[in-house]
């Protein structure tokens, strides 16, 4: 049985995911702070509502979730890049036993 792996391939989608990762992060990285800095040079009726619900925010699961996108992102790349260095072995022995 023959196992196929464009490597290529894997590693243009594990491009995309860390692009993805990086997008993601700073709406968990300061996010909340920088906006409640924000509010408070405005008077208003509804800045205190506002404030209320960014401190509630504050136990998002955006960050946990980016951890883990970065875990995965990270086991990928190096299961990738140890796919890459049997290969490399394989084909160095099979060069050297002709």
Not at 36 to 57: G, H, P, T, V, W
Not at 58 to 73: M, V
Not at 82 to 88: A, I, L, T
């Given at each position: 049985?023959?196992?196929?792996?464009?490597?290529d391939q894997?590693n243009e989608?594990?491009?995309?995911?860390?692009?993805?990762?990086?997008n993601f992060?700073?709406y968990?990285?300061g996010?909340?702070k920088?906006?409640?800095?924000k509010?408070q040079?405005?008077?208003s009726?509804?800045?205190?509502?506002?404030e209320r619900?960014?401190?509630?925010m504050?136990?998002?699961?955006a960050p946990?979730l980016?951890?883990k996108?970065?875990?995965?992102?990270n086991?990928a790349k190096?299961a990738?890049?140890?796919?890459e260095?049997?290969e490399n072995?394989?084909?160095n022995?099979?060069s050297?036993?002709?």
């Amino acid at each position: 049985m023959n196992i196929k792996v464009n490597i290529d391939q894997i590693n243009e989608e594990l491009a995309k995911f860390n692009t993805a990762i990086n997008n993601f992060r700073p709406y968990t990285e300061g996010f909340i702070k920088k906006t409640a800095e924000k509010l408070q040079d405005f008077n208003s009726d509804y800045i205190a509502e506002m404030e209320r619900l960014l401190e509630n925010m504050r136990n998002s699961k955006a960050p946990r979730l980016l951890k883990k996108a970065e875990r995965l992102h990270n086991a990928a790349k190096k299961a990738m890049e140890n796919f890459e260095n049997v290969e490399n072995e394989i084909s160095n022995k099979l060069s050297a036993g002709k």
